[in-house]
Each structure stands twice: as C-alpha cells, then as structure tokens.
C-alpha cells in the first residue's frame, strides 16, 4: 500500500484551481504602473485572491505565533491560512511541530479550539489516533496488511527564530529563512521571547483583502490623522525623507534627533543592535528590521511613553530602548520594547476579509495587577488596531467601486511600494515556475 | 505625470467583465420568445447581472433624487449603483454635480452617509483635500512636480428636469435626455418641485432581481389582487382595452370615464397638459407620462383619494388633477399630485436583490401636524411597496426553480413586454458597439 | 400557441450549466482510487455540486415524505431540492401529485409553507388559478384563442411504495424502481405505514455535502465513539465480518447471534421476511433491506430496547422484531419497528449544506401521552442526528483543507463505498448519455 499516486493531487491544491489564471494574471501584473497601487482585480477578485493562497501563503514562510503560547508538551494553537488548517503544537519531545489538521482515514478536522493542550491527537469520527510527531499510533478495524506509517499526518515546515514561530505549506520551503534568522536574531536576543508570557492576544476581523491590511501596516503617512493613541510615541515623521519635512512636523523631528542619539549611545553602551536593515524585496523571505527611538517617554507603547510594565524583558537594565521593529513579507510585523513585545500575524480569510491577531508577550514572572496593569499594557495597539480596520474597510469599499483608478505612493509610503513589489516578484517567479512544470 | 495611460482601465471596468458573455448573451438574446417573460438566466445568472450593471445601468439615464434633497451648497446625498458609489451634490456654486466617491489617491471610499452636508471633501485616511467641484486642494508629502490637477475626482454626467436629478455613468450618456426633457417639462411644470421639501423617505430591500421589481411597477394585472389600499384610487382599469373589460370592472370603468371627462375639463382650464406620450422602447432614454383620473376623492393617493397636504403644490388652485404619471426606463417612476409627488428610484444591489427609495415631496411651506399628516400622507404606497416586494420575492425563487419556463404577458401587461423590448434593444446595441471596438 | 419551442429550454436547466464539465468530471472521476473517499473537488467544489442537482437529485428517484403527511384531499408538503420547489398533494381523487411549485404565467412561486392543506391552487401575484391536478382553471385578461389546456403546472413523477411516496425530477424516470418496489413491499407491509400518522418530524441542517452526510450513514464505524444512546440497542458489531470482530466486541456479538436467531424464529412463525436483499450500485435505484435483530429490550429505538408505543402497526402481534432497515440511494434511509417508524429523507441546499428530515411514525390511534410519550420515542435519533451532524461538519471542514487526500475505507466501511461506486456509475452513465446527444 502506498500514498505516492495520490500524493499528486494534493499538491495540485496549492497552484491555482486553473492554470488559465496565468494569462490574466500576467497581463494583470503588467498593467500596474511603478509606484502607484494595484489594479483592482489584485484587491477584488476571488480567482487572484485563491491564486494568492497559493502563491503567497502557500509557498512563503509565515509568522504563526510566539514560542511561550505554547510552552508545555501539548500545547498547541491551531491556524486557519484560507482552508487550510494547521496544529502548531508543542510535541512529547518539547519540539515545536506543525501539522495539517486533517484525518488521514476520510478527511475530518482533527482539533477544533484555537488553541488547547492534547495528548495523543485522536480523530473524533473513527478514533484514529495519532502521537504529536503526527504519526498513525492506532487505527480500528483495519484489513491485514494495513501499513499505519503511510497514514502519518502531513507535516507542515516550521522554523523558530528567538522564540517566534514561522510555519511554511510549501514542499520546498524558501531557504533565505536562514539567512535572516542569522542577520535578526542578535537583535531579538536581548528581548529574550522564551522567558516571556502571553499577558493578552486580541483579534481583527478586517473587512479588507489582505494586501489592503499589509498596505495599511506598510506606511504612517495616515498616523497623523487617524491614530492619537499611537503618535503619542511613535514618531509621526516615520518614513519621511528629512527634506520632505512639512513645517509643523520639525519640532517632532528635532525631538526624533535627540531621542535617536540617546538611543544609540544606550545600545551602543550595552552592544545592542539598532541600525537598520531593509530588504523588503528582491528575495523570497523579504524583510526589514531596524531599532529606533519613541517619543514621550521613550520606552513603550503607552499614551506617555513609558514602561507599561515594571519587569523588563530578558537581562535589560534599561526600559529606554525605543521599539526594535521588524516587518516580515508576507504577513507580519513586530514591535520588541524594553518592557514587553507586540507582535502581530494577519491572515486572509476571504478576498475581501483578514484576521490580525496581535498578541502581547510580558517577562514570564510579571504579575498582572502588580508588574503591569493589562488596560494600560494593551490600549495603544487596540485603539490603533480598530482605527485600521476602520480604514481598510473604506479602502476595500473603494478599490470595489469601478471608478477606482490606481493613485500614486507618496515618498513616505516607500514601504507600501517595496510590499507591492514583493508581492509582484513572488507572482511572477510562481507563474514562472508553472510555466517550467 | 500623466493619467490617460490608465483611464482605459477605468473604462474597462464598465465592459462584461469577459468579452465571452457576448456569445451566449446573444443567444439568450434570441431564446426570449415576442411577448413572454424573459429566460431564466436573464433574472438570475450573475454574468448577466454584471453585464446588466455595465450595459443598462453603466449607460443610461438614472434617477437619483429630487433637487430638494440637496437644497444648500454641500448637501449631499451618495448612491450606489451596483458597486459604484456616487456623490450627488450641490457644489459651492449652487449647481448639482455627481462625483466618483473614491480618493484618487489609493482608492478610499470619500463619504460614508447616505446623506449629509459637507464643506470640502477630505479623505479620512491621508486627508486628500477635494473642492466641491471635485478639484484636488490638498494632498500631503507628495514630491516636487506632482500635479494636483492630474488628480480631479472623477465627474458623472449629471441632468437636472424640472427639479429631478439623473445620472449618467457612461462616458457618452445617451443624447435623447434633451428631447425627452423638452417633452416632459410642460407636464412637471405647474408641481413645481423646485419649491418643495422632502416630507418622507423610505428605502425597501427587494429580494428579486432588478428586471422582476420593474416588472412589478410596470403592470396593474395585480394591483386588484394584492393592493386593497391602492385600489382605493387608482383604477384598477388600468391597463386594459375597453374591449377586454370584465363586467365586474364596469362600473369603475363607468367612473373611469366620468372622471376622466372632468379631469380634461379641468386640465384644458388651465392649460394643463394631460395626454400620453408613449416611448417606452426604440431610444435610450425610453419614457411615458400621462395624467389620468384617480378614483374616488380624485385628488391624492390617500385611501379615500381626498389630498393629503392642504398647500397644493406649486401655483395650483386645486387639488382635482388626478396624477400625473412618469415612467423612464431603467429605473424610475413617479406621480406628481396636486397636493405632493412622490417618486421611486430602484437601483439593483445583487443579482437577487434591489431596493426601491421612495420620496414623498410636499410644498416647501407645508407643516407637519398642521397641512398634513405623515402617516397618511403616505399610508397608500408604503403598504403598496411592501406588498410588491413580496411579490417580487416570490417571482426571484420561482424563475429560479429549473421548473420555469417564459410564461406569456397579458394585454394589460404589454408596459412590462415594452419594458422587456426596451432592456434587450439596449443589451443588443451595447453588444453591437463591443463588436465594433 | 404551442408551448413545444420552449420546453427544451427548461430540460436544459437539468442539465449542467456548462457542457464543459464533462472533460473534467470525467478527470475527477478517474482520479478516484478505488476503496478510497473521493478527490476534494466532489465534496467543495460549486461546479460538481450543481452537476450533482442534475445527474443524481435531477435523474433519481427521491423519498420526499410518507403518505400520512398528505393525508386528506388538498394536504401538501413542498418539497426543495437545489433551486427545485415540489408540491407533493394528495388531489381531489385521493390520488398522490407532484407539481413543479411555479406558476405558468410569469413563474411566481405558486405556494410557500413546509406544510399545508389547500383547495384550488391561486397564485398570488396575477391569481392564475389551477386545480389540484395542476390544469389551469382560470386566467384573467387573456386575450381570445388563449389556451389554458397548454399552460398546467409542470407534473413530476410519483411513486408510492408500501406508504412511502418517491419523486423523480426527471422526463423519463429509472424504471427499476418498480422491481425494486416489488421486492421490498413484503418486507414492508407488515408495518402498515398506510394505517400510521407523523408523531414527529425534525429537521436537521448539515454544514457538509450531501455525499459526506449519506457516507455517515452508511456504516457504524464511528458508532461506538459518538453515539451512546443509538449503541444502547444498535449492535455496534454492524458492518463487521466476523473475522474482523475485535475482542472487546465479542460479547455484543454473542448477544448478537442469540437476539438473531430469535428474531428469526419470531419471523418466520409470522412469515415475515427479514433476508438481507443488497443491491447498493450496479442499478439507477440502488438499495439495501434487511431484517435485523436489535440489542436491549430489542424491540425499538429507546434506550432500554423496550417499544416507545403501546399500539403496535399494522396487525402485529408482537414488538419484538428488531429493525426492518432500508436503504435508497440517493438520499433516504428507513428503520421500521414493531411500534414506529422513523424514516429519513436527505435533500441538498448548496454544496456544504443539506437538510436532513426525520419523521417519526405511529399507529393512527396511538394517542400521545397514553400509548407513547412523544420524548422517550424521538430521543434516540434526534441525539445521534445531532451527534452526525457535528461529524459531518467536521468532515466538510476536513475536506475542504488542501491538505485533505483520500484515504482508505475499512472493511466495515463497504457500504460507503457501495454508495460512492454507485455515485460515480451514475455520473459516469450521465457524462455517457450527454456524449450521445
């Protein structure tokens, strides 16, 4: 008995449902003007947002959650990319693991709950049961000559880069994961994400394909407007060239300059890293991570900038270290304080519908109540959260309506333009790829 | 910095979405049988419906609103027509415009409320600034040589008759408005919109498609039956040659005469003209208005036909002038009393499903409590409408059951068969001018 | 006037949408590896779905309810299979119709309640009126030389089989029913069910296919692990070869072979027939009767075994006749005991959601609260129905993971692949006759 003739079919699912996509898609990719966003199939079109599933989110590696969600042998989280559903679980051997979560006898979900502890996976329907390496340990009323090792639940490629987990549905995972894991991880360590805790997780339902979302987190061209809590700390010149300065915002940015010195003679003093590196394009595993300073207090994403928690990360001995932030294509992005760690993982539900699902990690011996109090931890990034569905919303509203016309970029939402270019190389290295099969 | 390169796209939009609709919509084209409803897919296939958006509503003439609706400079109401959203406003000149509600920007919905008042239209997401007149004022951190004027919102043809707002979002609009508008303004005259004020508006959802809603609206074969309120005052004759009259009709038809005779008296004492002008297919802008007799008080849509307002409508010395009634295709009819008007805009939301806005207008001194009552003011079509949207409803899930088959019109039903002929004239020329290109 | 020309039009709509699904149909079904749950696209995907409304709900016979439901000239039940409304009456004769729920005229769904008694069919929109034949009785407003003979309601095929009463959508039903019809009818008239009247009917919404429903019913595999109160009397040793038995079901197979050779005694001193006659595929009506020992009291679906109903159907002497189950493809499944029936009747609304009706039948003059207690007679199936339908959504959410691949079907699982072999012959001889046309 064996699984190799059907092992085909399956991955058949992850290319477009129909290889006719690839004419209009390229066509679709060549009408989009350099610096202006998508036309509007990218944002509207099922057939482009099932072609995403599979050229996206089935073939780059894709941030799934914190190490500390699931710290004990059991525990796991499940994560629904399009309709595929995947157990990222901790398993009896204390590795992380990633399985797909679908019986190998007739199909059926296996765990239903977002997240749990289990102990040997055991289908509900016919009872097959299955250790957490995924492998076949039982399976009633089968002839002789039943082979339970071709019947392992298939595995999920995943990878842990200080303490956060990135999973990959591809066969053939990016290899450039390593690359950076080696190039952010000395910037990550001194936040040390495996003695922390998750103090809250919330999630967004946003009314908006999922690069409207991404868009949104790519530029602060719209803090200003829209986002009192946030630019308490962050800096509204974010993203600004220095001689595109309006008038109003220089007192900010002399305050950006001072703070900036500061914070690097802080990290320098104690050799942590901080300047930036942005490769958002050119490479499968786009990315950019860089160290700068916040407003206010300087220290956290509170209205006045200062710690919202009295434990502070790791072995730091200082709250002052700005924000380390760190944007991952296709599907993340972090903020590391001195405090505590926001991080924040968007998935597409539909191709007009997203989930983010943020999550705040405080050092594993703060005591809510005592070290932090949990309103004053999450308010900022909940308030700025809700004002961003809000706009995504429109923004889907308005890519739908026929009289939308793509719009230029301005200079400050580069990041939004380096996205779209990923995206754009990622299409056509997947329609090349097709075209070699 | 140029736009023309990617107005095409725009344009594109308002085309089938797939040039191969033509085939088989020529051949549903050819399956409609002379004088009986349409085949199945004509009301519930969804190509047919896009195409229905570009074809039908994407190119002619729409009833959106009385003038009285927008009555000071930056009110405004917003329409959507499928997934197109418009702006109707009185810009800060005085004058009516319609604007694409989208930013130009990347593509942001403007205004959400369907109704309200505004100074200059700004972007909430990166306070893109917009005159009234559509011009961009503002747009924050763009670079040197980026031209504001390249950046207009994008303008709809807009028709104001005798105080009733159209528009056209085709790029061409059909050029019969003028002839039609000449013909009908005599008759819209002596009610004087222009001095009136908006006493009642009410949106129903029609669970049918928008072709099934018109249907409805363009026969009386089922007022008898289903609208005992209606029936009060509008002859249930309506509709049929006097050779076909059930004897159960005669007497109202008795009536019928009798109050048509006065009512011409009535109409030629004061130069008010009365007669039917038919032009329901053969043109674009396809119409029929007539005045005629109303049944038992003879003056209003009330239950015992007495008016409903006490300070008639424009100049008029009385209230005896039955109604005058305005059909235009695609989307639109209306009466005009001597005491109020009131008007319907259907607009199509789905393949199954539309809704119907009804305005009742009074004179602009009319008081609430004092020269009218709200409830009976429009007691009549609310209970009408309701009615009708059952029926409709009732119709979508039957055409839809594989068990339909093209049944044939009634005499008294040949508006709906002009109606049907007026829709596929349109689908054919449209199919025509797609040939061509 | 003649209805010919358009008739094509509506067999048409039985048939798939698109001609071009035969290609890929025929792709699909060649995928499937023999013994194994079908490739994904059968269960997720839109197209296979409406192409199973046509080649199997369009062209096979379907239980859609026992005769006691109509019980009186004019009672009906309306019956929705897809985009299909059947009237299922009992007419003025006493005699049992199916009539197409659409009115001739403009395709108004003529009535809408589950359930009802009615005289003359009226429509409500233009009061075409028909008998309970479906011949049109009266039209208004029809011109001369109109010919109500040519506008009746469409019929549908109808059969009634010992109570039970079968439609088929299609112009030339599968004629094997009438052997099929002959061969069960002494397995059933013991019951009686012409002499039995609705003690109960439930409805059930199941978030998966059709196929994935019917699977779940065809084998006990998952009995034992979901259901508790159906094993109290339901041998969990159904489905199994003796050879395959495990240990720990020994016991429930000795009690097994004592409760079955008592059954036989009792049956054959009766001459009723309980042979197992399974005919699953290889025939249009495929179907499985059997007589079958139950475990417990052994006489009824309760939880103890004991009879739910002191007034035993038809002339039965004694309860103690375990279960009489048939099965019917597409979409039915029946348990007749000594004191009820509970009969079953699947039906598809879209492609991950059906509708199950259970109806549970008792002696006409059993009196509720005297010879039954209506909860202690339902309580079993509506436990285990709601138990399935949590399993089969399971089941649909599985599937429709990108990770799903077919697996294997245990030995105890060979009526499911019954059931899938017949599915797939049937669109297999349907993809055939398609070609020839």
Redesign the interface.
Known sequence: ?S?T???D??TA??RPATTDLRGPLAGLIG?R?PG??L??PFYTDRAVFDHDLAAIF?EHWLFVGAEPEIAEPGDYVTVQV????VIVLRDDDGDVRAL???????????L?DRRGSTGNIVC????WTYGTDGSLLH?????AG?DKSC?TI?QVAVRRIGGLIFIC?AEQPPADVDEMAERITPYLLPHDLTRTRIAAQDEVIVQANWKLAM?NNREC??CE??HPELTCVFFPTYG?AVE?L?PRLLPAHARYLGAEAALERTCDERSIPYAAIEELHGRPTGFRIQREALDGGGESYTTDGTAASTKLLGDLDTARLGRLSLHIQPNAWFHFLGDHAVVFSLLPLDVDRSVIRTTWLVHSDAVEGVDYDHDRLTDVWRKTNAQDAA?CQ??Q????????????????EYQVDHFIRWYLERLEHNLGREADR
Chains 1, 2, 3 share one sequence.
């Open positions: 008995m699984t003739a059907t092992e079919e399956t699912r992850h009408r003007r202006y966003s036309p509007a089935g399009g309709t595929s559903s797909h979560n679908v019986c190998r006898h007739r199909g059926t979900r296996l239903d509900p329907y016919h009872q399976a009633g009323q089968q002839p039943f019947f298939k549905l868009e061209y719209h407007g829209s600004y595109d309006p706009l429109r923004a509203l308005g890519v739908t309506d026929p009289a939308y016309q793509p719009g230029p970029y301005a200079p400050n």
